[in-house]
């Protein structure tokens, strides 16, 4: 059978997820004639991170700050660091674990003062 608008009935949830993943969970609903379980699943993803460094060293003299890169997703992650701009330098791929955290050295080696 099918119900109309009429009959239908809103379950709002609110959902605030800390990092990204996948999250399961079930919806037990009760009445005196029926039992119904709904399986949830939400997939939440970050398009684009940012974030921004300053650093500060002698001309030629190179600095090397390790990243932190928190995996708190529910699969190990195998990521591609693009590096821009003159005098940086870094490895091209980085894997992070399941729960892990890795760090990502990165390094900038001046060529001039700047």
């Not at 079930?26 to 684009?48: A, F, P």
């Not at 995996?71 to 590096?83: G, H």
């Not at 701009?85 to 001039?112: C, Q």
Request: glycine content about 6%; proline content about 7%.
């Amino acid at each position: 059978f099918f119900l109309d608008r009429s009959d239908a009935v809103e379950l709002p949830i609110k959902f605030i997820p800390r990092y990204a993943g996948h999250y399961h969970c079930q919806i037990l609903l009760k009445s005196s004639c029926d039992v119904r379980v709904y399986e949830v699943e939400c997939v939440v993803s970050t398009d684009h991170a940012e974030a921004e460094l300053e650093f500060r060293t002698p001309a030629y003299q190179a600095v090397m700050q390790d990243i932190p890169i928190r995996n708190m997703s529910n699969q190990d992650w195998k990521l591609e660091a693009i590096l821009e701009g003159r005098g940086f330098y870094g490895p091209p791929l980085i894997n992070v674990g399941l729960g892990e955290t890795a760090l990502y050295p990165l390094t900038f080696k001046p060529t001039a003062e700047c």
